[in-house]
């Protein structure tokens, strides 16, 4: 089974602090995602990267960076974090060459910033 | 601009009933792909199902299949026999066969779906 570990569940960071949320999937997948999950929002795409070292912004990237130093491993950065990004965060990844674009999913960063 | 549109906040079934999830969907492109994902309170979301735009047939998978009209640009969650297990949020997502652009799904707000004994 395809496995995405998301390194911590919990956190509460206070305003102004820099938050590492980090995401380590094990099937070689080339592409990874994260995503910004709010009630009656649904999830929105932040970044996303097809390769190491490469990353697009989506549809949210204001506030955020990512970085791919490695392929198995998509960190998602906020430099200052602000109260407004508290959310659950969800990074997932997919392989190349995939037909359906079905993607697979960690079990998600619930982040609170005082 | 892509948009999915999910209509029902809340549904609630009787276990062993069957529950219709609705989804309408918004694109000008020709070719896409439909998926639903089931995210129960442990917050992990699950693949159950797609349909793939030029596909002719309702995709089904076990208990769950879908109602896909394309020229109404809807693909509703059908799950018979409902479960206790059932109950979650559900969300229904498009994604665009761009190449490039695969796995960058577009999600609606989702349906928190109970089902009671």
């Known amino acids: 089974d395809v496995k995405v570990t998301q390194s911590s569940r919990y956190l509460v960071k206070r305003t102004g602090e820099k938050v590492f949320l980090e995401c380590v999937q094990d099937?070689?997948?080339?592409?990874m995602f994260w995503y910004r999950q709010d009630p009656g929002l649904g999830l929105r795409l932040i970044y996303f990267?097809?390769?190491?070292?490469?990353?697009e912004k989506g549809d949210i990237p204001e506030g955020y960076s990512v970085s791919r130093e490695k392929k198995e491993r998509f960190s998602l950065i906020l430099e200052s974090a602000s109260t407004n990004q508290t959310s659950m965060y969800l990074c997932?990844?997919?392989?190349?060459?995939?037909?359906?674009?079905?993607?697979?999913f960690g079990e998600g960063s619930r982040l609170t910033v005082l | 601009a892509q948009k999915i549109t999910q209509t029902q906040p809340g549904m609630f079934v009787q276990e062993k009933e069957a529950v219709t999830l609705d989804c309408t969907y918004d694109?000008?492109?020709?070719?896409?792909?439909l998926f639903w994902y089931k995210q129960p309170s442990s917050g992990e979301m699950i693949f159950l199902i797609y349909q793939g735009s030029y596909d002719e047939q309702n995709a089904t998978e076990g208990r769950y299949s879908l109602n896909f009209q394309k020229a109404r640009k809807s693909t509703n969650l059908v799950i018979s026999a409902s479960q206790l297990g059932d109950s979650a949020m559900y969300f229904c997502?498009?994604?665009?066969?761009?190449?490039?652009?695969?796995?960058?799904?577009?999600f609606g707000r989702g349906t928190q779906l109970t089902v009671w004994p």
């Open positions: 997502a498009m994604s665009l066969d761009r190449g490039s652009t695969l796995g960058r799904l577009y």
């Open positions: 997932a990844s997919l392989p190349s060459g995939t037909y359906t674009g079905e993607l697979f």
């Open positions: 990267s097809y390769d190491v070292k490469m990353k």
């Open positions: 694109t000008s492109d020709q070719s896409y792909g």
């Open positions: 099937m070689d997948h080339e592409n």
